[in-house]
Nanobody, 117 residues
Framework: VQLQESGPGLVNPSQTLSLTCTVS?????????WSWIRQSSGKGLEWMGA???????FYNPSLKSRSSISRDSAKTTMFLQMNSLKPDDTAVYYC???????????WGQGTQVTVSS
């Protein structure tokens, strides 16, 4: 499974972040959890949420009110939207997948998102 994140790089505070994860080698019909995970400088990994092959979604309670995970109908692309961004949301954002929701087997290379005016 290959995963590739893409996104804007720089976002202004209070705006909405939109990230895309392009999947190859498998599709999001596979019975994996398809997750978004982020890591801020000097901090550990933070699991943000996941979507399953059936379209069910799960979120980190601390981010649920600001986050939305979805996939396209072709099930080859996964999306993350996060609103009301703050400088603390600056991080490397990863998409990842695997059979265990909090322990993915496959990771993208990550995309840097900086929240700054």
């Amino acid at each position: 499974v290959q995963l590739q994140e893409s996104g804007p790089g720089l976002v202004n505070p209070s705006q909405t972040l939109s990230l895309t994860c392009t999947v190859s080698g498998e599709s999001i019909t596979t019975n994996f959890y398809w997750s978004w995970i982020r890591q801020s400088s000097g901090k550990g990994l933070e699991w943000m949420g996941a979507i399953t092959y059936s379209g069910s979604t799960f979120y980190n309670p601390s981010l649920k009110s600001r986050s939305s995970i979805s996939r396209d109908s072709a099930k080859t692309t996964m999306f993350l939207q996060m609103n009301s961004l703050k400088p603390d949301d600056t991080a490397v954002y990863y998409c990842a997948t695997g059979r265990v929701i909090l322990n993915p087997d496959y990771w993208g290379q990550g995309t840097q998102v900086t929240v700054s005016s």
